[in-house]
């Protein structure tokens, strides 16, 4: 441009002053122009404007692959140990200097390219390792067969390794950057206007200079060759810088909250272990600050100047994260220790406080006292864990709150106050001791006299010989039973308390022999007592209030206790009359006693209006809670029910049979009524929910689906089996979704990170779109599940098993293709 116009300029100020004037540049006509003295002077120009353009084509392009080539030093070394990347050396050719090579200082070497170290995504780490995977060996190499395909895989080499270093900007950019600047260097010489099209624009016009080269030229596409020679040349140590940081792999793989947490879990680490831990990462912290320069230092690979400021300090501050993090659970292992050591000492303190109130107290408060040291002595060693780790927390230089300082001293002088405390309480349990043995001298000799009461209470049961004096008589009987009781509670009070005075045991053989005398008594009135209030309510009151084991109960013991008191009055003359008594009760009981299967088979609780129905027919009477007359057992003996006695059994044992059904298909419908899936925490960082809590929902289904197909073949399932049939499908489909949403939810966890990088998602685009199809229905029920979680709804919803279904078949479609790519894609990292 501007070259070609300042000539123009110079050839018009010539021909102007020029005393020749053969030369018409306001010419009109291109015949005239050609046909004139002044076109072999233009053409004359343009050819030597086009070899100056040659010559300096030459001369500039090689000048540029000089100075790129100038930058590229002969080797690229390392240094030794850790700082090599600080004191890496480009040795540069030099035919002055002493051997015929210069080292430049990492500081004066120039460069063109500037590249941050960064840190590749977990994701594509984890596509490339799964593609270097062995593939499983196939079915005909298991049986010994020859199989090509598996020989040709043999062979080939295994895959790299992915680096966990990349660049910022791949080297293929930088490489087509540099071949670029070069294109545009020669372009630069072809579009230029001929001196002809500036001089003469209405005549010729879109006239080009000819530079006499092109990019076709051998010595342009040298030129260009050496150009690409020297991106290439610097890929092996580029490569060689990265492999050398990448010892630091398992920093960038390391996640500081899952280093904490395995270090944490339990017990399964020692106070020790967890320094040895913190100690080994805060070195690691060293051996980044080492390896990794900082902004301030550059790294001159070539003429590529790599900054691993940001990587230095992202590494840096995951081992701090993690170091803090371990930090911490010490701290709060030492809080723990701390309060469980003086939650003891603090539970002794005000158990030694404590006022006794008997002798029994005194007694567990002098084996407490007992135990003192031994319970000193275990906390000794808690103690001075405690101190230690205080010590070893103080020593990493974390600071620990005033309280825990506090309460570490607290602790600490614990010890000899409840050694203090011990010596005074003995003193208070002596004083005690006496007071409360004052006390039961005192008390025995009161209980003297109220044995002597009791024993002419017993006496006097013989005058009672009228059984209309029942009510009156079973009352006594109560009476003088609750006093017996009272009387043995005391005997083994007073017994139990000798022995913790360190005194013989007084004897009370006397209140056994009271016991043997007043038993037939007791029996006889008590059942008499008991047969004249139930048998107007059994007879007479409404039949569905009579418990019939009660009634059972009562009715068959009540004979075994009379016959076994009857035949004890009977050995004594003087009891006729009360034996008279006993036999007529006795009687009584044996005439109701054939009313019983009436009672045990129509009070059975599985009775419903279809068994009265059932009854009535066999019986030819209308029998049931509606009956007239009233619905009592004296009106059922007055309608024949007696002579049916087979039937309202049979009957009655079916009702339940099928009430056992009943109660066994509306358990199974409570138990799963608390069943939900646990959805309260959002899983890792997806921002959406897993199922938990499936553990007992499957464990039930399994027993459910049994229990309710076994229903199923009941003789019983008459009345239930339309529930019974409807609630066995609705369990089937509820295990079929279950077990496709669990098999959904697998896959998904698995492909879900994988397919967050957006990298892969760029390589596989089909296979991403499928899974985002899935994500977004999972995203979408996960959030329905979580406003309605109960299992046995939300896994019996119309469609929603046709929906994982359709999601798993997706999902087998998108592994099978990254599958596939990771067995094709040679995953290199340079």
């Given amino acids: 441009g501007m070259w070609v116009n300042t000539i123009r300029m110079r050839i018009m100020q010539a021909l102007e002053t020029s005393t020749v004037k053969w030369f018409n540049t306001n010419e009109t006509s291109l015949e005239s122009y050609y046909a004139s003295k002044l076109r072999p002077l233009l053409v004359c120009v343009r050819l030597m404007m ?3 353009f040659l010559l300096l084509g030459e001369d500039n392009l090689a000048q540029f692959v000089q100075a790129v080539e100038a930058l590229v030093p002969e080797r690229l070394e390392l240094g030794e140990g850790q700082s090599g990347l600080k004191s890496i050396k480009n040795v540069m050719a030099d035919p002055k200097a002493e051997g015929g090579e210069r080292v430049l200082e990492p500081l004066f070497k120039q460069t063109l390219f500037r590249a941050e170290l960064r840190l590749v995504d977990i994701a594509v780490i984890k596509a490339a390792i799964a593609a270097a995977a062995p593939p499983p060996e196939s079915k005909d190499k298991k049986k010994g067969k020859d199989d090509k395909k598996d020989k040709a895989a043999e062979d080939k080499p295994p895959p790299e390794m992915p680096l966990h270093f990349e660049l910022s900007t791949k080297l293929e950019e930088f490489n087509s950057a540099m071949v670029s600047a070069f294109d545009r260097g020669v372009a630069s010489f072809q579009d230029l206007h001929s001196v002809e099209s500036v001089l003469l624009p209405h005549l010729i016009r879109d006239d080009k200079l000819d530079p006499n080269f092109r990019d076709t030229d051998e010595w342009v596409k040298a030129l260009r060759t050496r150009v690409a020679a020297t991106c290439v040349k610097h890929d092996p140590w580029l490569k060689k810088t990265l492999q050398f940081v990448d010892k630091f792999q398992d920093l960038v793989k390391m996640d500081p909250e899952e280093v904490a947490a395995q270090a944490t879990a339990g017990d399964s680490k020692s106070p020790k272990d967890v320094r040895a831990m913190i100690e080994a990462l805060q070195r690691r912290q060293r051996d980044v600050a080492e390896v990794f320069p900082d902004e301030r230092e550059p790294v001159p690979v070539g003429f590529y100047r790599i900054d691993t400021g940001l990587v230095r300090t992202q590494l840096t501050e995951k081992l701090d ?106 003193e208070y349990l002596d004083m005690k001791h006496k007071e409360f043995l004052d006390k ?146 006795k009687a009584e009981l044996e005439e109701f006693k054939p009313y019983l299967p009436l009672v045990t088979g129509l009070r059975n ?16 009477v209308t029998v049931g809670p509606d009956m007239e007359g009233g619905f009592t057992l004296e009106k059922l003996i ?23 059904l009943e ?50 073949f009941s003789t019983f399932k008459g009345p239930f089996e339309e529930d019974i049939t409807d609630w066995n499908t609705r369990l089937l489909r ?58 046995i709804d939300v896994c019996a919803t119309e469609g929603l098993l046709e929906k994982w279904r359709e999601c798993n078949i997706l999902l087998d479609t998108v592994q099978k293709g990254l599958e596939d790519y990771l067995e094709t894609k040679p995953f290199r990292f340079v």
């Fill in 440 to 585: 039961q001298i005192g008390d025995q000799k009161t209980f003297e006299e109220r044995l002597v009461a009791l024993e002419e209470v017993i006496d006097n049961f013989g005058q009672y010989q009228d059984i209309a004096e029942v009510r009156y008589v079973a009352e006594q009987v109560r009476q003088t039973n609750e006093e017996i009781k009272q009387c043995q509670d005391l005997v083994k009070e007073f017994n139990s308390r000798e022995l913790l005075f360190d005194r013989d045991q007084t004897d009370y053989s006397s209140l056994g022999a009271m016991i043997k005398t007043f038993e037939p008594y007791a029996n006889l009135w008590k059942t008499a007592g008991d047969w004249v209030e139930n048998k107007e309510k059994w007879l007479n009151g409404t039949f569905d209030e009579i418990d019939p084991r009660y009634c059972e109960n009562e009715v068959t013991g009540g004979i075994r206790l009379l016959f076994k008191t009857i035949r004890s009055l009977k050995e004594n003359e003087e009891m006729k009359a009360i034996c008279g008594i006993a036999e007529q009760i």
């Fill in 605 to 620: 609780e599985g009775m419903r209006e279809r068994h009265w129905e059932q009854i009535s027919s066999k019986c030819g």
């Fill in 638 to 660: 007055e309608v024949g029910l007696l002579g049916y006695v087979d039937a309202v059994a049979e009957v009655g044992d079916r009702a339940g049979k099928e009430f056992t």
């Fill in 321 to 426: 994260m993690a170091v803090q993090l371990l930090l911490k659970h010490l701290a709060n292992q030492l809080d723990r220790d701390i309060h469980t050591a003086t939650g003891t000492f603090t539970d002794m303190f005000e158990k030694l406080k404590t006022e006794v109130s008997n002798i029994e107290e005194v007694a567990d408060m002098r084996e407490f006292l007992k135990s003192v040291p031994g319970e000193l002595a275990k906390l000794k060693g808690g103690v001075q864990e405690a101190m230690d780790l205080t010590d070893l927390v103080e020593d990493l230089r974390y600071v620990l709150p005033a309280e825990t300082l506090d309460a570490r001293w607290e602790m600490f002088g614990a010890s000899g106050n409840v050694k203090a405390k011990a010596a005074k309480c003995e």
């Fill in 734 to 791: 509820v295990s079929e979704t279950l077990e496709e949403w669990l098999k959904c939810q697998k896959a998904w966890m698995y492909l879900e990170p994988i397919f967050s990088s957006d990298d892969i998602m760029r390589q596989l685009p089909t296979e991403g779109k499928r899974f985002k199809s899935v994500d977004q229905t999972w995203r979408q029920e996960m959030n329905k599940t979580r406003e309605n979680p109960k299992i």
């Fill in 50 to 52: 086009s070899n100056a």
């Fill in 663 to 712: 109660k066994a298909l509306l358990k199974m419908k409570a138990d799963w009524e608390p069943l939900n899936f646990d959805l309260s925490e959002k899983y890792r960082k997806t921002n959406t929910y897993i199922l938990k809590g499936d553990g007992e929902a499957m464990v039930l289904l399994d027993e459910h689906i049994v229990t309710t197909q076994a229903m199923m």
